[in-house]
């Protein structure tokens, strides 16, 4: 029997949608897809319960196997792409206020973050090589392709210990933690892949070098940008890059603040579980992210696909989804109040006692 609504997740698509009409408008209506995601968006989880509701497992099986879930992901890659043509072309219109060319930037930012990187993250978690391409060339369209690397390799073999890049500490601002994660998951990308040819007994320069492949195309996108349509359009497009790696790295923050792993008599971390990512369920954050706010059974086994990831009663959840989230990190005394006394109350939890005697980093 099938079961599921594959064509509910069509609601990201929204996004794209309000970032074809900002390139058409002018003044605030620019502002829409970012008035969408930040202010829209969090109201809206104010006002609706968390649901906590799992599929069945005979219906995983079902779901998992469902192609249309998968076809949706790949409708990402034109959508993006056309998009980022048509946003070359409407930045370099003259005379444009700054309202309307900041609002612009925004919406195409806005489709680094949700469509460059956090599709691209799903799809960079499949095991077809041709899925994995898809996600290097989201990725591509965000600058940020050694995430490929550090993240599958890297952030999920250590998320919520002290040696990750990208969990952040008790008591680390975001603004603290963009400048740490940034710089150190890009240097973390470029060890993985020197530890990995060594490994095959080639140098860390080899051409089979991943990092050194993504600079080359980063850097020719870049190019490209500059000579077809011009510096300006070049410092557009680069700051709407920056703002979906900020968008990246805000999630990230979110998502294992204060949380670490315990260390096991041999010395290893114990195996990442559900309670060492801070969860959401709220419905809409879940559709708009293709249930990357379900983080907690996303590390607790990475190959589930969107679609079937579980809701853990031992995770901890946040009180709100992911866009109210970020708005809040932004602000690190009110974060702090927040969550600090969140880390502390799960910690008294019987369900998260066991494995969690070790759970808080210290800022």
Not at 49 to 56: A, E, Q, V
Request: hydrophobic share 40%.
């Amino acid at each position: 029997m099938k079961v599921g609504n594959p064509y509910k997740y069509l609601t990201l698509f929204t996004l794209p949608a309000l970032a074809f009409l900002s390139f058409f408008s002018y003044g605030w209506l620019c502002f829409l897809p970012i008035l969408y995601i930040f202010v829209f968006l969090p109201l809206f989880e104010l006002l609706t319960r968390p649901d906590t509701s799992n599929h069945l497992p005979e219906q995983e099986n079902s779901l998992a196997g469902q192609r249309v879930y998968d076809f949706i992901l790949y409708a990402a890659v034109p959508v993006q792409y056309g998009l980022l043509m048509l946003f070359f072309l409407k930045v370099q219109e003259a005379e444009l206020s700054w309202t309307t060319l900041t609002g612009r930037i925004t919406a195409m930012g806005l489709m680094c973050g949700v469509f460059g990187i956090n599709v691209g993250h799903e799809l960079g978690h499949r095991s077809r090589k041709y899925e994995q391409y898809m996600a290097q060339a989201l990725l591509l369209t965000s600058l940020y392709m050694h995430f490929f690397i550090e993240h599958n390799r890297g952030h999920h073999k250590m998320a919520s210990t002290s040696e990750d890049p990208s969990t952040a500490r008790k008591n680390e601002s975001v603004y603290a933690f963009w400048l740490r994660s940034g710089g150190h998951s890009y240097l973390s990308a470029w060890q993985l892949e020197k530890d990995r040819l060594h490994k095959q007994g080639k140098q860390a320069l080899h051409w089979q070098n991943q990092m050194l492949r993504f600079q080359l195309y980063q850097f020719g996108l870049l190019l490209t940008v500059g000579l077809a349509f011009g510096l300006n359009v070049l410092m557009c497009f680069v700051a709407a890059a920056v703002m979906g790696m900020l968008l990246l790295e805000t999630v990230n923050y979110i998502e294992h603040y204060g949380l670490l792993r315990k260390v096991l008599n041999n010395g290893r971390y114990e195996r990442v579980m559900p309670q060492h990512s801070w969860n959401s369920n709220h419905p809409l954050g879940r559709l708009m992210l293709f249930e990357l706010s379900r983080h907690s059974d996303h590390h607790y086994k990475t190959s589930r696909k969107y679609q079937i990831l579980r809701h853990h009663e031992q995770s901890p959840q946040m009180p709100t989804g992911y866009p109210g989230m970020m708005i809040l990190a932004l602000v690190p005394p009110l974060w702090f109040r927040l969550m600090n006394s969140r880390i502390e109350e799960n910690l008294r939890s019987p369900i998260l006692k066991v494995g969690v005697t070790k759970s808080v980093v210290n800022g």
